[in-house]
């Protein structure tokens, strides 16, 4: 098992920003009123501080979590996930970090502690997908929960990861 002190600083960097790609991925091939994004951007950030019995098992998850919760403490900030899922190529460039650390998983990682990882990633984006409605008019009406795009964007985030998609979102 590994922590996040295992890595080099970049490596250790890559690891934090594929954690907002895979958000931003979601959020980025179906761009919505600035309120669905913020939303998105909340509901990702709610998951990925969240600890349960799936990120507990994992050193790498614990670890990253861990140091997030220090960055908070020392009030540094933190990226905004509004300008990363508006910025032009955001979706390609979230692929690109995505690829770039299954990659680092499978050259550094045990293959249990990399998929548990890569699940948390997919869950992230899942849960970022299901954050806010999209389309539908003024009033919300004829609005989705997840829509084909976001459902896209999903299927892509698991085939790079090579992870299942779960639940409603498949």
Do not use: C
């Not at 020392?74 to 990659?103: C, H, I, N, Y």
């Amino acid at each position: 098992m590994t922590t996040l002190t295992d890595y080099t600083p970049d490596e250790q960097q890559l690891l934090l920003r594929s954690l907002q790609a895979a958000a931003v991925a979601v959020s980025a091939a179906s761009l919505g009123r600035k309120t669905e994004t913020v939303s998105e951007g909340f509901a990702a950030a709610s998951f990925i501080t969240e600890r349960s019995q799936a990120t507990v098992d994992n050193t790498l998850i614990t670890s990253i979590q861990f140091a997030l919760d220090e960055r908070a403490k020392r009030d540094q900030p933190f990226p905004s996930f509004e300008k990363a899922a508006m910025a032009p190529g955001a979706e390609d460039d979230a692929m690109a970090t995505l690829r770039q650390v299954t990659a680092l998983l499978a050259e550094k990682s045990t293959p249990d502690e990399a998929h548990g990882f890569k699940t948390w990633l997919m869950e992230i984006a899942q849960r970022t997908a299901a954050a806010g409605k999209e389309g539908g008019n003024f009033f919300g009406r004829g609005a989705v929960q997840i829509n084909d795009a976001e459902r896209a964007a999903l299927a892509q985030i698991g085939q790079v990861l090579g992870v299942a998609i779960d639940g409603p979102t498949a």
